[in-house]
C-alpha cells in the first residue's frame, strides 16, 4: 500500500477485497453445493436401479448367483448416456469383492451403497462412487467468469467511497479555511476600525488647525502654500480612515431604496471616463428592477472601484462588462456564494485581463494587499468594498483564472415595499478628479447648504 495511506483507505480496501472475493466464492460454492446434491441424488436412484437388476439374478439363481460374474458386470456398466465416470462394485457380506466396472477413482468422489435381496434377506451390496472433479471444474469456472465482476466490484468499493470521502475532506478543509479567513478578516477588521477612529481624531484636530492658518495667512503667502498642503495631506488621510472604517464597518450609512440597475445607468458616464477610451466597456442590466436598501454614494464608489482595478488588470483594447441580474438562494442552495437563504440583486464587473491565481484570491479583501507597484495602490479598495457590503448585509465575492480575467460580484439583499430612490450622483459629487488606480475610494463629503 502507498507511503501516507490513512487508516480509512486501509480499511476500505480490506472491505471491498472481501466483498470482490464474497462475489467470487458464494456464486460458485452455492454452485457446487447445488451439483454435489444433486449428484448424491441421482446417484442413489442408479444404486437402488442397480441393486434391484442384480437382486433379480441373485433371486434367480440362489446358489450359482456368485459364479455369474459376466452377468453381474454387465449389469453393474449399464449407466444412461452422459453419465459422469463412475466405478461400480458389488460385495457380499462379509465385503468381498464379487464384480466391479471398473478400476477404483482417484481424487475426490462421493458414494452409496445398495442393499441386494434374496427372499426378504441382504445377501450383497452394490457400491456406486462417483467423480466430483466435473463439479469441481464448473464451480471454478464459473468462478473464472465472475473475477471480471468481482474486480469491477472491488474497484466501486474502494474507489467510490474512498472519492466521497475525499470530497468530503477536502470540503471540511476549505470551509475551516474560509472560517478561518472570516475570523481574520473581522480580527484585522476591529484593529483597523480602532486605529482609524484614533487616526481619524488626530487628524480633526490638524485639519482645523491647517483650516485656520489658512484664514490667517494672505492669498500669495509661501506659508499659505504650505498651509494648503498640510490640508491636502490631512484630506487624503482622512480618506484613509474613512476607508478603513469601512471595511471594520463602523462608518455611518445612509441608507435608502434604490434601484440597481438605476444606479449602474446613472453611474455609466463615470465608469467610462474611469475605464478610458482604450478599454470597451459594456453594460447589461437586467429586464427586472433590482430594488435594495443601500447607500447610493457607497455602493457608486464601490463599483468605481472594481472599474478601476479592472482597468489596471487589461491591457489595451481589453472588455470590462459590467451586469446586474436576480440570484434566489434557497435552503442549502449556491454554496459558492455563501449566501443566506433569499432574493438578492447581483452587480458583477468582469474584465478580460491577467486573473489572479488561488492563493492571490484569498488575500485580495486583506487591507494593504495589493499587486500592484509601490505608489500606485494603497490595498485599502477592495477591503472598503468588503466592509461596506457587510454592512448592507451583503457579499462580495471573486472569480478568477490566471491568463482569463476576473469577475467581482456584489450580492446585495433584495428590498420590498416603499418608493425606490434616484441614484444620488443628481444630488451629491465627488471631489477631485476621477480615482486613480488602486487609490481608496472613501466616502464622498456631502455639498454644504449655501
Same mark, same amino acid.
Given at each position: ?15 471491498? &477485497? ?30 437402488? /436401479? ?5 437382486? @433379480?439374478?441373485?433371486? &434367480? ?17 449399464? @449407466? ?11 460385495? *457380499?457380506? #462379509?465385503?468381498? +469383492? ?39 471444474? @464448473? ?10 465482476? &468481482? ?34 478578516? #473581522? ?30 495667512? %494672505? ?22 480612515? @474613512? ?29 467610462? /471616463? ?16 433590482? %430594488? ?13 472601484? +472594481? ?58 479583501? *486583506?487591507?494593504?494587499?495589493? /499587486? ?26 471573486? #472569480?478568477?483564472? %490566471? ?24 444630488? #451629491?459629487?465627488? /471631489? ?19
Amino acid at each position: 500500500m502507498a507511503p501516507g495511506t490513512t487508516a480509512v483507505d486501509r480499511l476500505l480496501a480490506a472491505l471491498a &477485497a472481501v466483498l470482490a472475493a464474497v462475489a467470487v466464492l458464494v456464486p460458485s460454492g452455492a454452485y457446487f453445493l447445488f451439483a454435489h446434491r444433486y449428484a448424491q441424488g441421482s446417484l442413489e436412484t442408479e444404486a437402488a /436401479t442397480t441393486a434391484r437388476a442384480v437382486t @433379480r439374478v441373485v433371486s &434367480a439363481n440362489p446358489t450359482m448367483w456368485r459364479f455369474e460374474t459376466v452377468r453381474l458386470r454387465e449389469l453393474l456398466a449399464l @449407466r444412461p448416456p452422459g453419465n459422469p465416470v463412475e466405478t461400480r462394485r458389488l460385495v *457380499d457380506l #462379509e465385503g468381498a +469383492l464379487v464384480a466391479e466396472s471398473a478400476e477404483p477413482l482417484d481424487g475426490p468422489v462421493i458414494r452409496t451403497s445398495q442393499p441386494v435381496l434374496d427372499s426378504g434377506v441382504v445377501v450383497a451390496r452394490v457400491q456406486i462412487s462417483r467423480s466430483l472433479r466435473p463439479a469441481m471444474l @464448473r464451480a471454478a469456472l464459473l468462478a473464472l467468469l465472475l473475477l471480471p465482476v &468481482a474486480g469491477a466490484a472491488y474497484l466501486l468499493l474502494r474507489v467510490l467511497p474512498a472519492r466521497a470521502i475525499r470530497r468530503a475532506e477536502e470540503a471540511r478543509l476549505r470551509f475551516e479555511e474560509q472560517a478561518r479567513h472570516a475570523q481574520r478578516l #473581522e480580527a484585522i477588521g476591529r484593529l483597523a476600525g480602532g486605529v482609524a477612529h484614533d487616526f481619524n481624531n488626530l487628524l480633526a484636530a490638524i485639519l482645523a488647525f491647517a483650516r485656520g492658518l489658512q484664514d490667517d495667512l %494672505p492669498a500669495g503667502s509661501p506659508s499659505r502654500e504650505y498651509a494648503d498642503e498640510i490640508v491636502a495631506a490631512a484630506r487624503r488621510g482622512a480618506q484613509v480612515t @474613512r476607508s478603513l472604517l469601512a471595511f471594520s464597518r463602523r462608518q455611518d450609512l445612509e441608507l435608502h431604496r434604490l434601484d440597481v440597475n438605476d444606479l449602474v445607468r446613472r453611474a455609466e458616464a463615470l465608469l467610462r /471616463t474611469t475605464v478610458g477610451p482604450k478599454v470597451e466597456l459594456g453594460i447589461k442590466l437586467g429586464v427586472e428592477p433590482l %430594488p435594495v436598501l443601500g447607500d447610493g454614494v457607497q455602493l457608486e464608489l464601490v463599483l468605481l472601484n +472594481l472599474a478601476s482595478n479592472a482597468r489596471d488588470a487589461l491591457a489595451p483594447g481589453g472588455r470590462v462588462e459590467v451586469s446586474t441580474r436576480r440570484l434566489d438562494v434557497e435552503q442549502g442552495g449556491a454554496p459558492r456564494v455563501r449566501l443566506r437563504p433569499g432574493a438578492y440583486a447581483a452587480l458583477s464587473v468582469a474584465d478580460t485581463g491577467t486573473g489572479m491565481d488561488a492563493e492571490t484570491q484569498q488575500r485580495v479583501f *486583506d487591507p494593504f494587499f495589493t /499587486t500592484k507597484e509601490v505608489g500606485k495602490g494603497t490595498g485599502l479598495g477592495l477591503s472598503m468594498a468588503h466592509g461596506v457590503l457587510r454592512q448592507h448585509g451583503g457579499s462580495i465575492q471573486v #472569480e478568477s483564472t %490566471p491568463g482569463q480575467g476576473s469577475r467581482f460580484t456584489l450580492y446585495l439583499p433584495l428590498a420590498t415595499g416603499g418608493p425606490v430612490q434616484p441614484s444620488l450622483f443628481e444630488e #451629491e459629487t465627488l /471631489t477631485g478628479e476621477t480615482p486613480a488606480a488602486g487609490t481608496p475610494l472613501a466616502q464622498a463629503p456631502r455639498k454644504q447648504p449655501h
